[in-house]
């Protein structure tokens, strides 16, 4: 009898894990059906996303640049720091697809707060083995690539050069160009007129457990109705 159909996620935090812990809730409430996260990765070593995944009976691993040994302490030779990534990047693929096929190897891996931007020697073995990997970016696809998005568009906002006053957030598919993949949900959010940068960064943060939850929702159920149409 086959196994029924199932989309494993894997999820890699740095934090607070605020967004790891919605997909937990929306897990345990039926709001992502036919999934399970087999496993939690995080890449600094007192993340509370690692209490959140114990509380959760979730299996975590602590995995680093620096103290894994891929980069040597206070290193700045461009060319050692790039090697140090691609060989971390390569290693963590190698973890990755070690895992057991049938039970823990991800569908989709959710990178939920994840402080590191991942090279072609991580994302393209995972791609070649089908495995999505999907990111939340604070701004609208095309707009405000990379760090301190909110920042920029606040700046452009008070200048008066944000495009119709809006911006928001998107969960993309992750590619090597930095947060460029196709977007898989976006959400539009208004600039207010005599806001600071710190409300308008909580009332985006307000929309991203949501956001990260549908997202997953979404590509999970596309994967258990492929598996289901090959059976």
Request: negative net charge.
């Amino acid at each position: 009898m086959s196994s029924p159909a199932e989309c494993r996620i894997l999820v890699f935090a740095s934090g607070n894990g605020s967004n790891f812990q919605a997909l937990v809730d929306a897990l345990a409430a039926g709001n992502i059906p036919n999934a399970r996260i087999t496993r939690l990765i995080v890449n600094r070593g007192k993340a509370y996303a690692t209490t959140r995944a114990e509380k959760a009976g979730i299996p975590w691993e602590y995995y680093n640049l620096i103290s894994h040994g891929f980069q040597a302490r206070g290193e700045t030779d461009p060319e050692k720091l790039q090697e140090a990534r691609n060989k971390y990047d390569a290693a963590l693929a190698e973890k990755v697809l070690a895992l057991d096929e049938k039970t823990e190897r991800p569908h989709l891996i959710v990178l939920a707060g994840w402080m590191y931007i991942f090279g072609k020697h991580f994302l393209a073995p995972i791609a070649e083995k089908g495995i999505k990997v999907i990111n939340l970016h604070p701004a609208l696809p095309g707009k405000y690539d990379g760090t301190h998005a909110i920042d920029r568009a606040y700046a452009d906002f008070q200048a008066g050069k944000l495009e119709n006053n809006k911006t928001g957030i998107m969960v993309h598919y992750v590619i090597e160009a930095v947060d460029q993949g196709a977007p898989v949900l976006v959400r539009e959010i208004e600039c207010r007129e005599g806001e600071s940068l710190e409300q308008l960064e909580e009332r985006i943060h307000s929309h991203e457990h949501s956001l990260i939850v549908e997202a997953t929702a979404k590509i999970a159920g596309e994967i258990v109705a492929s598996q289901q149409a090959q059976k």
